[in-house]
């Protein structure tokens, strides 16, 4: 059984930070990737950074890149995600994500990859 659920959502003006946490419940004896996912009004779903649990690689979209960080805490058994320098385009529903299980190369943006999800926080930048 895995459980995921997101907090720390809210609004911020341009230039702000948040930190985005998601309790993840999972086999703590299993390796598995971690992701956020966040989708803003009428646009698709894009992955935004990722990480493994065995050994912490990570990956980050391109507009993120330099501004946004991405952790685990296995022993709190929690993923967050450190937003800085936040822009308006950043203005989404933030979604945290499991594979649940598998290798480091399932751990990119492919929301196909992540059967477990959680219900979402929204985030709201403002100019």
């Known amino acids: 059984q895995v459980h995921l659920a997101e907090s720390g959502g809210g609004s911020v003006q341009a230039g702000g930070s948040l930190t985005l946490s998601c309790q993840i419940l999972?086999?703590?004896?299993?390796?598995?990737?971690m992701h956020w996912f966040r989708q803003a009004p009428g646009k698709e779903r894009e992955g935004v950074a990722g990480?493994?649990?065995?050994?912490?690689?990570?990956y980050y979209a391109d507009s993120v890149k330099g501004r946004f960080t991405i952790s685990h805490d296995s022993a709190k058994k929690m993923l967050y995600l450190q937003m800085n320098s936040l822009k308006v385009e950043d203005t989404a529903m933030y979604y945290c994500a499991s594979t649940g299980g598998g290798s480091w190369h399932l751990c990119g943006p492919r929301q196909y990859e992540y059967p477990f999800w959680g219900q979402g926080t929204q985030v709201t930048v403002s100019s």
């Open positions: 990480i493994y649990s065995f050994g912490g690689k990570t």
């Open positions: 999972i086999n703590p004896f299993s390796s598995y990737c």
